[in-house]
């Protein structure tokens, strides 16, 4: 059974960093469609970005909301997805989680949750103003 563990949540100011990172065990990643979202308190869980293949090619898709402001990467040796978050401000305070699919898909429904098998248990974001 695959596992998703996320890490490297927690406080920060506004204009701050945080890097995340989900750890994948018991399959790999390495040519599957991977994403993070976040749920805010009483908010529906977002999507945020993701990364799938397109042939060879790796493809990054991410929210307008967050866009060149966050990046999405993997490092396929060590089946790890990672968030870089960078000018942080305080709605994008949520709690994050990473998500991993059995295959990899076009970036037109990346955004859609059913797309996912697995989920992490999530790690807590908060920006203060």
């Known amino acids: 059974q695959a596992q998703l563990v996320e890490s490297g949540g927690g406080l920060v100011q506004a204009g701050g960093s945080l890097r995340l990172s989900c750890a994948a065990s018991?399959?790999?990643?390495?040519?599957?469609?991977m994403g993070w979202f976040r749920q805010a308190p009483g908010k529906e869980r977002d999507f945020v970005a993701a990364?799938?293949?397109?042939?060879?090619?790796?493809?990054?898709y991410v929210a307008d909301s967050v866009k060149g402001r966050f990046t999405i990467s993997t490092d396929n040796a060590k089946n790890t997805a990672y968030l870089q978050m960078n000018s942080l401000k305080p709605e994008d305070t949520a709690v994050y989680y990473c998500?991993?699919?059995?295959?990899?898909?076009?970036?037109?429904?990346?955004?859609?949750?059913?797309?996912?098998?697995?989920w992490g248990q999530g790690t807590q974001v908060t920006v203060s103003s």
């Open positions: 998500a991993a699919a059995k295959n990899y898909y076009s970036t037109s429904v990346l955004r859609q949750k059913n797309v996912y098998d697995y």
């Open positions: 990364v799938t293949w397109s042939g060879s090619s790796r493809i990054t």
């Open positions: 018991g399959r790999t990643f390495s040519s599957s469609a």
